[in-house]
């Protein structure tokens, strides 16, 4: 699991936590992830747009 920007350290952590802790699936856990992150951080917001790349 990467992150970055200004909130990715708290991106990144809260992942982890929902990973080792909830059994949400990966989607959910990047939206609930970047949430938490636009709460904390002041230059991360709530307007989010994701993809989904397959190899």
Same mark, same amino acid.
């Given at each position: +699991?990467?992150?970055?920007?200004?909130?990715?350290?708290y991106?990144?952590?809260a992942?982890r936590? !929902? !990973?080792?802790?909830?059994? +949400?699936?990966?989607? #959910?856990?990047?939206?609930?992830? !970047? #949430?938490?992150?636009? #709460? /904390?951080?002041?230059?991360?917001?709530h307007? %989010? %747009? %994701?993809?989904? /790349?397959?190899?």
């Amino acid at each position: +699991m990467i992150a970055i920007g200004s909130g990715g350290p708290y991106a990144q952590a809260a992942a982890r936590a !929902l !990973l080792e802790n909830t059994d +949400m699936g990966a989607r #959910d856990i990047a939206e609930k992830a !970047l #949430d938490i992150a636009g #709460d /904390i951080c002041i230059y991360t917001n709530h307007f %989010h %747009h %994701h993809r989904r /790349i397959t190899f």
